[in-house]
């Protein structure tokens, strides 16, 4: 039986993501988003969801860049940290210990020490209310070579990434395979 | 040290979330879909984007709303041939054994077996290239009885969710806490 409850943005799979861009001064920041997601296949588009608010929006509309890193489990709390402090008060990479470095393909920084980043230019602004979604076109992809497996595929297994679920606020690793897209359901049809 | 991929919609931890439509003739229909996400807090919205090619895209078009269920780890088969077969030729519901129901928000049904439901109007279709982003406002959700904890708080470990990794295709379950958000990372504050 279902019980109505009240319209929310109840999900409890958030990815991770760790928004890097640049400053209006050029210093390197970087901001925790769970509101993002892959959005279209091609072109190759990705986006993140921010309020207005935090200082990341400001550097975005500014530089129409920004990057994605993707922190490994060994990384959730400097993840975590990056969505509590605010660029606009503390150098959050010095704080951290974690290390920016410039995309040579987008005017953004993206976290050396995450194993997995999207580059990405800004191709739509869309104002949906409290959030403003960045859609950006991935212009570039980088993996560390120890989390790549066989045809340099990147092996979640070795990236370690973990999901946020926004019902209760927490973060969780990625469990067991249940099995292969377009294969499973193959017997029904 | 870095290596540098082709630019490709490269994420490990995609939703699976199954659209439910209605088609022009009234019947329902259901698809897969991992490109999906919260895109917006107030008013809560979301997204799915889809190819022009699904079924599923001119049912949206013209009934102007979808709902969400989130299927289950048990449901993980189901969920798969959502996205094999196409509802042009057959009836996705009928040959899974799964129960359509008609939303009392939205005109859209939902998949009664599946423990969450988010209820969708769209508010904004944006065309990014292959695929088409309809974002919707949540306006209402629900919840099998059985996987809500205190306050009617959904629980992760109990609707067992599951993600898709586009780079090898394949689903994997939720693994284990790893701590609170907004908690983990004071220590650096």
């Not at 296949?41 to 509309?61: E, F, H, M, N, Q």
């Not at 920004?66 to 402090?85: C, L, Q, R, W």
């Not at 212009?139 to 990147?154: C, F, R, S, T, Y």
Request: hydrophobic share 40%; aromatic share 10%; glycine share 10%.
């Amino acid at each position: 039986m279902k019980k109505a409850l009240d319209a929310s943005t109840l999900s409890l799979t958030n990815p991770v993501w760790i928004v890097g861009t640049y400053d209006p001064d050029g210093k390197p920041n970087a901001m925790a988003a769970a509101w993002g997601g892959i959005c279209c296949s091609k072109p190759p588009c990705v986006y993140v969801s921010l309020r207005k608010a935090t200082y990341t929006y400001g550097s975005i509309v500014q530089r129409q860049a920004y990057t994605i890193s993707v922190p490994s489990e060994v990384h959730v709390k400097e993840a975590d940290y990056f969505g509590i402090a605010s660029g606009r008060d503390v150098d959050k990479f010095a704080r951290s210990g974690l290390t920016p470095v410039k995309s040579d393909l987008v005017d953004a920084p993206y976290v050396e020490e995450f194993p997995l980043v999207l580059e990405c230019k800004v191709v739509h602004t869309i104002e949906l209310g409290l959030h403003t979604q960045f859609i950006g076109e991935i212009v570039g992809v980088k993996a560390d070579e120890d989390v790549l497996g066989e045809g340099d595929q990147v092996e979640i297994g070795r990236a370690k990434p973990f999901v946020f679920d926004s019902a209760v606020r927490a973060y969780y690793g990625i469990g067991r395979l249940l099995g292969k897209g377009f294969s499973l359901g193959k017997g029904l049809t």
